[in-house]
């Protein structure tokens, strides 16, 4: 059974850093591709940053570049987030993904974790 759990989120405040987790477990991600997404209330989940499982290509939303980055480590087959200067705007649920094919619906997803940025 594949699951993605993350961990990682809380309360900080504007300009300072969280670092989320994302495990990955069930099967064997090598030819996977991982994002981060995030859904803010009222708005529509965002995709703000993707790896591919050797590391070798990254995407950011234009919002998060220079802020955000993400990783991988192998051995522990966990995805990381690390967010820098957060902004309030960055406050939404973040979501742990993966894909095999096209896209992420048909993909693997966690349960999510809150991230809350005060001003």
């Known amino acids: 059974q594949v699951q993605l759990v993350e961990s990682g989120g809380g309360l900080v405040p504007a300009g300072g850093s969280l670092r989320l987790s994302c495990v990955a477990s069930?099967?064997?991600?090598?030819?996977?591709?991982m994002g981060w997404f995030r859904q803010a209330p009222g708005k529509e989940r965002e995709l703000v940053a993707a790896?591919?499982?050797?590391?070798?290509?990254?995407y950011f939303t234009g919002s998060v570049k220079g802020r955000f980055t993400i990783s991988i480590d192998n051995a522990q087959n966990t995805v990381y987030l690390q967010m820098n200067s957060l902004k309030p705007e960055d406050t939404a649920v973040y979501y742990c993904?993966?894909?095999?094919?096209?896209?992420?619906?048909?993909?693997?997803w966690g349960q999510g974790t809150q991230v809350t940025v005060s001003s």
């Open positions: 993904a993966a894909r095999r094919g096209r896209d992420f619906d048909s993909g693997y």
């Open positions: 069930g099967r064997t991600f090598s030819s996977y591709v």
């Open positions: 790896i591919s499982w050797g590391g070798i290509s990254t």
